[in-house]
């Protein structure tokens, strides 16, 4: 075998895979298990020599892509990695979204089959190649027998070995490969050979998509298949108390309503039926807590926690009171970040068909695995019994972690016993979803003379996403066979545990990074409001990047020092944040020169350095960004041009919270409801964009997130340098509110407010 | 029964007069690559052409195309014969999620039908209406361009080692 290695472990049969087949993943199966069949496609005549791939008849390839594809190119890059060692080009692959099954699960989470957290490429960038490696060695293993030559005497190229000049598709060997043992730790490719990593190319999805051919969640349909609309508490979390169903049982094509946990849906045959029909149900809910919030009395709860509340303290060092002597300079600001929705373009949908002992689902979420535990759950079935398809996504942003739409679609087709599909209109998805946490932040910074940063404190006040999340996930990912009740204490005692323990990460994470001080202090106040929060692209670094890096530069014109010089002094031996800001100071400056008003800031986040330089101008109080610089390190760009997509499509994404984007409350209900009043960046707003990415040779890091934090800093700090204007509340508006105002009157400028602070 | 013309084949439907032209294209005449984004005009995720005018469909009554010409996405080109606009889509690498580009590519089809050389500024005008989650924007005015340079009559070479996302 020349020396190929052989795990047993790996070596584990599918019956359920035609033809039978060779199983091998990332190995979170483990010994002694013997796993469920991986959810592949029957094929006829192919046969699969992984989780990942099934090679059919004819030499075409079925990549099974572990990640959900949510608009981020992760097909593309999985593509890459698994074909650059497999030796089959990206393109060639027949992509298809892989179903729930260990084998899938994500190295970062454990284990957990989730897209998230900018994780994709830097989790899988070896074990994806591993694959693909061990794949082809099986592939020369099993040509090296058929053929009676020495597997050194083979090579392969596009999906094809090559023998003595004669070129035969790996499909020729493949029932002979089923026989061997699957060999592992095959030696990878030097960078040096890399034909896919590292170049641009098109997307494998991009004509699909520029065709309508590409299929998402809403395109797919089922014989006998119903339209469900859900209608749910205007107010989040809201219970049922009665309905009125009677006008609605009347309206044309409704065939019934059926009440679910979170509310009341109509089913009928058509969505257009549905929806008009859902319009006359008359519902009364109770009123929670949150019920007697509007946006006036919120801020004020969070005003009051601010100056009140002693916070969680979380990565602290330092003596503060002797950074604070040391200071000569001292900058004191509060920043403010709304609610946010998601908005993804596709609303939420899911297909569901409950029979008597099996369940079928269609849906594209960030967890497939996790959905089809809360089908299971809500079925009392076994997550066996839960057949999964996953579907790509028409946006996500964080928002399909959660999968709500999947148990709503579950629990009205168990009424119904039909194939029952769910949509989620635009206002459902505005007014009744899940939400980035608003937060109010204080940040007091002091440097001396010469820009050394000697203290920093930082205070958050606000909900916890990951709490949140946690709570609803955890029934997802606990076996069955634990009572609802249980879970429910488990999750709420959890919850209970964390607080006054540990501060939750993804709420602070940010506000004490990137720059060395002689001494800080990050605060957590926690404010439970009741609206259901969740990760939103970027998560806490969505607003502390806002925060740190304003203040950052608010202490820079307080020292009348360069803000650009004032970071680099500060960055530590942290050499990757030295050279993206010494890259974009470069940009910043000639934009400078060449009399633009320009706004600078960096951040890191998953592990990824980005700074941003932004041009704007203002004409009758409306902020125009013209020109965005970003330079960013991802360690080694594995498409370059998929990095510089994310970094593009995360400042529009980012651009659109910072000038427009709010979900602000009336009477505990959202007020926005679709894209006139919930505004997003249009084209427009798009400013020229350049993205300059460090040559690096490091292994690669996220990409999908760390374009959106610098964004809003850099443009409130252009504003500034525009107007003279200090913007710390977002969305960033020259018309300030009133109680900006108030506040304003009372410190008016960064020197009189530092003066006040010192 | 209500008859129209889509993608040059007279139709023919029994949808009620009020259901919009989008849920009537996508689940009754079974063409799904116009999307559902907004239901109120406001995204351009449904836009079709009504007698070669690019239209908001998640709003327009069937009642209004009787016996219109409605071409959709998937009478614009396909993967095997793409237009140049969905040409120029893959080489400036435009989609991310995607799923408002087919409203992007009709919005732009119609632009160019009505002003084959717009300028950059014509291009953005033209697009405002259609939002892309994804931020695409730079990209999708590149690619307008492009097409508008190419022209619409030239012939397209296809690319068949596309793959496709199922």
Known sequence: ?758 | MINFTLNGSPVSVASTPDTPLLWVVRDELKNKGSKYGCGAGLCGACTMHVNGVATRTCVLPLAAVVGQEVTTIEGLGTPTNPHPLQKAWVEHNVPQCGYCQSGQIMTAAGLLNSNPNPSEQEVTAAMEGNICRCGCYGRIKDAVLTASAIGNSEPVVVDSAEADVQ
């Open chain 1, 1 to 758: 075998m020349n020396g190929i290695k052989v795990s047993r472990r790996d070596f584990l049969r599918s019956t359920g895979v035609l033809g039978g087949g060779l199983v091998i993943g990332f190995g979170m199966t483990g010994c002694g298990s013997e796993p469920p069949p991986v959810p592949h496609d029957s094929v006829s005549g192919a046969a699969a020599p992984n989780a990942f791939l099934q090679i059919t008849a004819d030499n075409q390839f079925i990549f099974y892509c572990p990640r959900g594809e949510v608009g981020q190119g992760i097909t593309t890059a999985m593509a890459t990695l698994f074909g650059e060692e497999l030796d089959v080009p990206p393109r060639q692959f027949i992509i298809k979204e892989a179903g729930p099954h260990p084998e899938f699960g994500n190295p970062e989470f454990g284990g957990v089959q989730s897209v998230g957290g900018s994780t994709s490429v830097k989790a899988h960038y070896l074990p994806m190649r591993q694959v693909g490696a061990d794949t082809r060695a099986l592939i020369l293993a099993a040509a090296a027998k058929d053929l009676g030559l020495l597997v050194a005497d083979l090579d392969t190229k596009d999906g094809h070995v090559i023998a003595a000049g004669e070129a035969y598709p790996f499909a020729k060997f493949i029932h002979t490969a089923m026989s061997l043992p699957m060999p592992i730790e095959t030696p990878l490719k030097p960078s040096s050979e890399f034909k896919y990593i590292g170049k641009s190319f098109p997307r494998v999805d991009a004509l699909s998509k520029a065709t309508g051919t590409a299929v998402y969640g809403i395109d797919v349909e089922v014989d006998g298949m119903e339209h469900a609309v859900v209608v749910r508490s205007p107010v989040a979390r809201g219970t049922l108390i009665d309905y009125d169903d009677s006008a609605a049982l009347k309206a044309p094509g409704v065939r019934t309503v059926v009440r679910i946990s979170n509310g009341v849906a109509v089913v009928a045959d058509s969505f257009w039926s549905a929806k008009n029909a859902a319009a006359l149900i008359e519902a009364n809910w109770d009123s929670p807590e949150l019920a007697k919030l509007d946006e006036a009395s919120l801020r004020d709860k969070y005003q009051s926690a601010l100056n009140n509340e002693v916070g969680e303290s979380a990565h602290s060092y330092g003596e503060l009171e002797l950074g604070w002597e040391k200071a000569s300079h001292k900058v004191a600001a509060e920043y403010w970040a709304p609610y946010l929705a998601h908005a993804p373009l596709e609303p939420l949908n899911a297909i569901a068909y409950v029979k008597e002992d099996s369940a079928e689902i269609w849906s594209a979420t960030q967890g497939p695995q996790l959905a089809r535990r809360v089908v299971a759950r809500t079925l009392d079935f076994d997550d066996s019994q839960v057949t999964f398809h996953s579907l790509q996504a028409g946006g996500s942003f964080g928002r399909r972690l959660v999968s709500s739409q999947v148990r709503e679609a579950t629990e009205i087709s168990r009424q119904t016993r039909t194939p029952i599909k769910l949509q989620w209109s635009r206002e459902d998805d505005i007014r009744t979803g899940w939400y980035r946490p608003a937060s109010l932040m204080r940040i007091e910074a002091g440097a001396d003379e010469e820009g050394n940063l000697t203290a920093w404190t930082a205070k958050r006040v606000g909900g916890n996403a990951f709490a949140a999340r946690f709570e609803t996930a955890l029934p997802g990912v606990l076996p069955k066979g634990v009572p609802d009740n249980v879970i429910d204490f488990i999750a709420g005692t959890a919850e209970w545990v964390f607080e006054g323990i540990r501060v939750d990460e993804s709420s602070i994470e940010g506000l004490g990074d990137d720059y060395v001080k002689e001494a800080q202090d990050i605060q957590h106040v926690t404010i439970d409001d009741g609206l259901p929060l969740l990760f939103w692209r970027s998560v806490g670094h969505s607003y502390t990047a806002f925060a740190k890096e304003s203040a950052i530069d608010e202490l820079a014109h307080q020292s009348a020092i360069d803000p650009v010089e004032l970071r680099l002094k500060n960055v530590g031996d942290d050499l990757r944040l030295q050279k993206v800001i010494e890259e974009a100071a470069k940009h910043y400056r000639s934009m400078q020169e060449a009399g633009a008003y320009v706004g600078f800031a960096a951040h890191s986040s998953f592990h990824t350095r980005v700074a941003q330089v932004a041009s704007v101008s203002v004409e009758a109080g409306k902020i125009k960004v013209n020109r965005v610089v970003c330079v960013i390190d991802c360690g080694r760009a594995v498409n370059p041009d998929g990095v510089r997509a994310q970094m593009e499509g995360g400042i529009v994404f980012g651009l659109g919270a910072a000038l427009y984007s709010t979900a602000t409350l009336t009477e505990g209900k959202i007020s926005q409801s679709n894209f006139h009043d919930f505004q997003v960046a249009r084209m427009g707003d798009a400013p020229d964009i350049e993205v300059v990415i460090i040559d690096s040779k490091e292994a690669p890091t996220g990409a999908g997130e760390p374009g959106v934090p610098p964004i809003a800093p850099a443009v409130a700090n252009a504003v500034f340098a525009a107007t003279g204007k200090r913007l710390r509340s977002l969305p960033l508006s020259l018309a300030m509110r009133e109680a900006d105002l108030a506040q304003e009157s009372s410190k008016p400028s960064d020197v009189t407010a530092a003066e006040a602070f010192a």
